[in-house]
């Protein structure tokens, strides 16, 4: 993965949920090209930050050993703008999963309060691969996003 919508997995439960944070920061280049004079954090970097947690969930289902894609997004509605100065709390639960597609909701709030929610529908492709050629789940990503030596553990 070559840019991190996620700062920071807070919580992982396998096979159910995954919290992380995303803090908005005025330096970050994409704030300003959307509205010159108003930065706000784009709408679909939202989106990739709730497929970003949705993804370390199900890619630590599948113990990192299979690639997995981002196939749709099913639904997102959004609440006002993301600002810098807020950190986004990012909440993904597992709904469902069959037959190697995985359903996800995502929820994203700002100081306690809604500010998105979507449907994120994932699928995995292929066979395992090693975890040191998992384009996505590589040892880098797993160990920068690692809480309390969870997400890399095998098993």
Not at 13 to 32: F, I, M
Not at 38 to 53: C, G, K, R
Not at 59 to 83: C, E, M, Q, W
Not at 132 to 149: C, K, P, Q
């Amino acid at each position: 993965m070559r840019w991190f919508f996620i700062d920071r997995l807070t919580l992982i439960e396998k096979g159910r949920r995954v919290s992380a944070l995303k803090n908005v920061a005025l330096g970050e280049d994409y704030l300003h090209d959307i509205y010159p004079g108003f930065p706000v954090l784009p709408n679909s970097l939202v989106i990739e930050s709730m497929a970003q947690a949705g993804g370390m969930l199900i890619g630590h289902v599948l113990d990192f050993r299979y690639p997995l894609i981002l196939a749709k997004v099913a639904s997102v509605t959004f609440n006002g703008f993301a600002r810098p100065g807020d950190t986004l709390e990012i909440e993904a639960v597992l709904q469902d999963e069959r037959e190697g597609i995985f359903r996800v909701e995502g929820a994203v709030t700002i100081d306690g309060r809604p500010f998105a929610s979507g449907r994120l529908i994932f699928a995995r492709y292929g066979g395992p691969v090693d975890r040191n050629e998992n384009f996505v789940f590589n040892r880098t990503l797993l160990s920068y996003l690692d809480i309390n030596g969870v997400v890399g553990r095998d098993g």
